[in-house]
């Protein structure tokens, strides 16, 4: 009795009015809170900075994901390119991380300030847990420990605002020491544009390298080079007109002088290149002549069937309702006889289709080899390859009736381009005829893509044994869906200038492409080329798969002969002009762009969950700061002494003075019995702000 004398006695004394206590109290600012007074200059400076910090981090970031736009950066501002380009992405986003982690942790210690004193004015706390939250208003490790008070103080206490509050700052601090891990995920290498190299290509040849005289035919080759071009199309449509004219009008294709290897990540090209004018025009033909066989020899078929007559160009182009073209010019004029052996149909259901070339005469100067081709102003002129297009559905058996009746019907019907004939019991004989006009040229271009091109192949299936020609003919443009140029791996031509066609390489390019459609630089008469794999018959050339099965495939599709024979040709002259490159010894200066692999972010998932984490985390701490401000009164966040004193009362000075040197858990063994909750509030007799039985406060008997 006497040791708690001295304990009430001790009690009194601390009551008693001392200078300094007179000191406090006569301060005007106590009693009454405000912000700088209650959360400090450095709770302000963390809280208000690092809601400012944290969103501002998350923007930069938001603009490092969102800054490439479409394409693969070309329009990007120059800071997003200067900070990818120079290998800094993962740089920034670790720095930002940084940031919004020290923010966060900062904001998190002075939140369980806070929070801590706005539990102990409102809802309070046990008596045996009263010392541990009252310090905490001065200084702390965290919330995780709060919360764990909190929680293990009161199961359905824990459902209020104040904890639910701190389990979100808790789960969105932890969260954010992660936000650099989980913003990693979003990055992967990827083709960014670069920047403009200049130099130096070899783009033309001294008169000191020997040109040979091209004499191969480019049909047994398979094609190597599937290249993305610039192109640059017509305007006119190939649909037939009322009176039966195709016409593709003249596209030009410029072809990337580069190998491989490096033109796919070409984003734009600035220099001289060749380029590929191409014009073919269809109607349907009149023909006069006949049906014949003849006896294949040592081959294993029936007979060969041959179509040999005569064109009338006059009463093809009246009923197409065209004028009457030049025929003939510099002594040179279009065919007028053909001798074209014709295919049967291999397989039921297929068509037997070829394309001949009635006579090749007044293409070629056989002197100089030189071809004449050049539809850009006319679709036919006097030196316009002329193809006739056959295909019938009738076998061996069908057509053995040309050994009897060999005539060619007068006054066939008309399909478009194609006239049609009624042969025998059920043959359909088509016919369309064509003019074909390619001419190179070089000139001085800007072209441009948003993205790395993918060169398409026509693969084998060797089950089945077919071919996909799908890819190719999406990008020559004659696929029925009619891709956009993005689809198609098209190059933008920006601008166009200086455009030649005569040069020494230019006038070889169009003797290559002359003898390589058909097959020797001497004129022959009656080429014939399998347009199908399936047609059976004899041809003056069996193409390599790749071109028969694209004129098949696009004649199937479309039904233009036109296109069919455009998207052959063109194959071949790209072909032709890729192999040619390593002739080129003369350097001119270009510019190229090409895409660079840097890292960058491809996806937002893992942005989208910091983004989630911060603003739910600065969300809180809002909330947080906003309840301290509105409900208390009698803390002063970061400070101690008032921590300390605050504790000093009736209820708390025994538990004081004996636990001097008691640890924390036999305290709360002691008070387990009796271990009320107790908020901190003013005592109406003593005046000070003390620890007080909640339950006293609420009944208004302090």
């Not at 020491?177 to 403009?196: E, K, M, N, R, W």
């Not at 040309?402 to 066939?412: A, C, E, M």
């Not at 089950?463 to 003919?473: E, G, Q």
Request: proline share 6%.
């Amino acid at each position: 009795m006497a040791f708690l004398g001295v304990r009430k006695e001790t009690f009194r004394s601390l009551k008693s009015t001392s200078t300094f206590a007179s000191t406090v109290k006569s301060d005007p600012r106590s009693g009454k809170w405000r912000f700088r007074e209650s959360i400090g200059r450095y709770g302000a400076l963390v809280i208000i900075g690092g809601s400012i910090l944290s969103p501002l981090m998350l923007g930069l970031l938001a603009i490092l994901w969102a800054g490439k736009g479409p394409g693969s950066g070309e329009n990007a501002s120059s800071s997003w390119r200067n900070i990818v380009l120079k290998g800094w992405v993962t740089e920034a986003v670790t720095l930002c991380s940084l940031v919004i982690q020290v923010c966060t942790s900062a904001q998190a210690l002075i939140c369980t300030s806070l929070a801590a004193a706005t539990v102990l004015e409102t809802t309070g706390v046990p008596l045996s847990q009263v010392a541990e939250f009252s310090t905490m208003r001065g200084a702390n490790d965290g919330p995780w420990r709060l919360v764990y008070l909190i929680f293990r103080s009161s199961v359905r206490k824990f459902l209020g605002l104040q904890p639910l509050l701190m389990l979100v700052l808790l789960v969105g601090t932890m969260a954010t020491q992660f936000a650099s891990t989980i913003l990693v995920t979003d990055l992967d290498v990827a083709p960014i544009t670069g920047y403009a190299n200049h130099t130096h290509l070899n783009l033309s040849i001294s008169d000191g390298i020997p040109l040979a005289q091209p004499s191969d035919s480019q049909w047994i080759l398979k094609p190597t080079d599937y290249a993305s071009f610039g192109e640059i199309p017509s305007g006119i449509s190939v649909q037939p007109t009322a009176g039966g004219f195709s016409d593709t009008g003249n596209v030009k294709r410029i072809f990337v002088p580069l190998g491989h290897d490096n033109r796919t990540q070409v984003h734009e090209y600035t220099g001289r290149a060749y380029g590929v004018n191409s014009r073919v025009a269809c109607a349907a033909p009149v023909l006069s002549g006949d049906f014949q066989t003849f006896d294949p020899g040592a081959k294993p078929l029936p007979f060969v069937l041959t179509m040999i007559g005569n064109i009338s160009y006059e009463a093809t182009f009246r009923n197409a309702g065209l004028d009457m073209p030049p025929l003939c010019s510099d002594r040179k004029c279009l065919p007028s006889q053909f001798n074209c052996t014709m295919p049967t149909a291999g397989l039921p259901g297929r068509l037997g289709t070829y394309f001949c070339a009635p006579d090749l005469s007044n293409v070629i100067d056989s002197d100089n080899f030189t071809y004449f081709s050049d539809g850009r102003n006319s679709p036919i002129t006097p030196h316009s390859m002329v193809w006739l297009v056959t295909r019938n559905n009738g076998s061996f058996d069908d057509w053995s009736f040309v050994k009897n009746v060999g005539k060619i019907p007068d006054n066939p019907s008309r399909d478009d381009e194609w006239a049609r004939w009624r042969l025998g019991d059920d043959i359909q004989l088509d016919a369309s005829l064509c003019f074909a006009e390619f001419l190179w040229d070089m000139s001085y271009v800007d072209m441009s893509i948003s993205h790395d091109t993918v060169e398409p192949t026509i693969p084998y299936d060797p089950k089945l044994r077919t071919v996909d020609t799908t890819a190719v003919r999406t990008l020559l443009g004659v696929n029925p869906q009619k891709p956009n140029p993005s689809d198609r791996q098209l190059l933008t031509v920006n601008s166009i200038s200086n455009v030649t066609t005569d040069s020494r390489l230019l006038h070889y390019f169009d003797g290559a492409l002359g003898s390589g459609i058909y097959g020797t630089p001497d004129p022959p008469s009656g080429t014939t080329i399998n347009g199908d794999g399936a047609s059976y018959g004899v041809s003056s050339i069996n193409p390599f798969l790749d071109y028969a099965m694209t004129f098949q495939n696009t004649l199937n599709e479309t039904n233009r002969p036109a296109l069919a024979i455009q998207a052959t040709f063109t194959i071949m002259a790209m072909d032709i002009h890729y192999a040619n490159l390593a002739l080129l010894d003369v350097p001119e200066d270009v510019s190229i762009t090409m895409a660079v692999p840097v890292t960058v972010p491809v996806r937002w998932t893992g942005f989208a969950i910091v983004a989630g984490i911060v603003c739910a985390n600065t969300i809180s701490i809002i909330a947080i700061t906003a309840v301290f401000l509105l409900r208390t009164r009698f803390s002063k966040q970061g400070h101690f002494w008032h921590t300390i004193s605050q504790l000093i009362s009736e209820k708390t000075v025994d538990v004081l003075q004996a636990g001097s040197e008691s640890r924390d858990d036999h305290i709360e063994k002691e008070l387990l019995t009796h271990d009320p909750i107790v908020v901190v509030a003013r005592c109406k007799r003593t005046g000070r702000v003390q620890v007080l039985r909640k339950e006293d406060v609420e009944k208004g008997n302090v």
